[in-house]
T-cell receptor, first 110, second 116 residues
Framework: EDQVTQSPEALRLQEGESSSLNCSYT??????LFWYRQDPGKGPEFLFT???AGEEKEKERLKATLTKKESFLHITAPKPEDSATYLC???????????FGGGTRVLVKP | GAVVSQHPSWVICKSGTSVKIECRSL??????MFWYRQFPKQSLMLMAT?????????EQGVEKDKFLINHASLTLSTLTVTSAHPEDSSFYIC????????????FGNGTRLTVT
């Protein structure tokens, strides 16, 4: 059964303090790994899709990387507006069903 | 970009009543839609897959008679929580794939259900 584990569960950062979030996965054949951002009381907002080890994607202060066993979401010089829960997910064996990790709650203090 | 609209955004109901939540794909057609549930400080758990023109498929442990799903058109899926109880209080989120296989799911903004 596919498993996705995220760490840490929560992260408190000072504005400008760069950090990384981890997403470890165990799947029977990776069909992509997705990163989403979720604000309180909202649905997840798509950030990135990674398909193969070594792949990297960037968007503003966020950069996602992928290895054969895990993915990292690097937040460079974060701002308070980067505060959110970041979720990673992998598709199940068939179709578009996603298995989500537990998420990392990020709080960036000014 | 692809947009999924969910309504209502929040609802409060009394125990024993039923509540219907709508999920619409606004600029694309979706033969399947997915319903997730999220408890506070927890991640999203898939409840069921809504299939246009056929029965929904439910994940293990989800009561199909409790959570009725109807996917009557290519742009609308509904989730009805029947005979709601306080333990059904949660954040319900729908999603739909906008196109090709493995294209990222787009999510609605969720419905906060509170059963008193």
């Amino acid at each position: 059964e596919d498993q996705v584990t995220q760490s840490p569960e929560a992260l408190r950062l000072q504005e400008g303090e760069s950090s990384s979030l981890n997403c470890s996965y165990t799947v029977s054949g990776l069909r992509g790994l997705f990163w989403y951002r979720q604000d309180p009381g909202k649905g997840p907002e798509f950030l990135f899709t990674l398909y193969s080890a070594g792949e990297e994607k960037e968007k503003e202060r966020l950069k996602a990387t992928l290895t054969k066993k895990e993915s990292f979401l690097h937040i460079t010089a974060p701002k308070p507006e980067d505060s959110a829960t970041y979720l990673c997910a992998v598709p199940k064996a068939a179709g578009n069903k996603l298995t989500f990790g537990g998420g990392t709650r990020v709080l960036v203090k000014p | 970009g692809a947009v999924v609209s969910q309504h209502p955004s929040w609802v409060i109901c009394k125990s024993g009543t039923s509540v219907k939540i709508e999920c619409r794909s606004l600029d694309f057609q979706a033969t399947t839609m997915f319903w997730y549930r999220q408890f506070p400080k927890q991640s999203l758990m898939l409840m069921a897959t809504s299939n246009e023109g056929s029965k929904a498929t439910y994940e293990q442990g989800v009561e199909k008679d409790k959570f009725l799903i109807n996917h009557a058109s290519l742009t609308l899926s509904t989730l009805t929580v029947t005979s709601a109880h306080p333990e059904d209080s949660s954040f319900y989120i729908c999603s739909a794939p906008p196109g090709t296989y493995n294209s990222p799911l787009h999510f609605g903004n969720g419905t906060r259900l509170t059963v008193t």
